[in-house]
């Protein structure tokens, strides 16, 4: 698939109508330099790569990982990829009325791989409806209101409470004793009641 897929769209670009591009600042380019050397060093690395034995350099213990390179894979492997590769060839290396036809005649698949089996759409569903509306607008709800409204609530209320009992603080030492004496009058008085009763 992903060989069919790659040529399909190197034969969409390259082989098929060209398209005009009216603005200029979009219109193809050759890149500087400063990307086309490194995109051929990777590529040159790229053809030899493969031949690194890196099963002998690389390990997670310090063994050597010996491995063997199954030719029934591999060549099942090239040759669907050579099929991909000729299908590709056939159906898009010159305007072909067949990709239409082929279309036509299942438009039900066509228009659902054409939307991407409607995955943006599950998406779309599954995070702005279910997590963000379903969940995190509540879990939202609930942090604003009752978690934040608890300690706000508990800041204002000790604030109210400390504007009320700052008047007890004036700094006048005669009005402290004043107090301590009336709330020690007062104690005497509740545990003579409590020894008599």
Not at 12 to 18: A, D, Q
Not at 129 to 139: E, L, T
Request: hydrophobic share 50%; glycine share 6%.
């Amino acid at each position: 698939m992903t060989a069919f897929y790659m040529f399909r769209i190197y034969y969409l670009i390259f082989f098929w109508k060209k398209h005009e591009v009216h603005d200029p600042h979009h219109a193809p380019k050759d890149q500087p330099w400063t990307m086309t050397v490194p995109l051929i060093i990777l590529a040159v690395i790229s053809i030899f790569a493969g031949g690194v034995p890196f099963h002998d350099l690389v390990t997670w213990d310090g063994h050597h990982l010996h491995t063997a390179l199954d030719m029934k894979v591999a060549c099942t492997s090239v040759v669907i990829a050579l099929v991909g590769i000729g299908l590709a060839t056939v159906m898009y290396r010159k305007e072909n009325p067949l990709p239409d036809r082929l279309a036509n005649s299942m438009r039900g698949l066509w228009t659902a791989s054409y939307k991407r089996f409607y995955m943006d759409e599950l998406y779309q569903f599954i995070t702005h409806k279910i997590i963000f509306q379903g969940i995190c607008v509540p879990i939202a709800w609930f942090d604003r209101h009752i978690i934040d409204g608890f300690m706000n609530w508990m800041a204002e209320a000790t604030n109210s409470l400390s504007f009320g009992i700052r008047r007890l603080q004036s700094g006048s030492i005669q009005a402290y004793v004043y107090v301590y004496l009336i709330g020690a009058l007062l104690l005497g008085v509740v545990t003579m009641l409590c020894v008599l009763l």
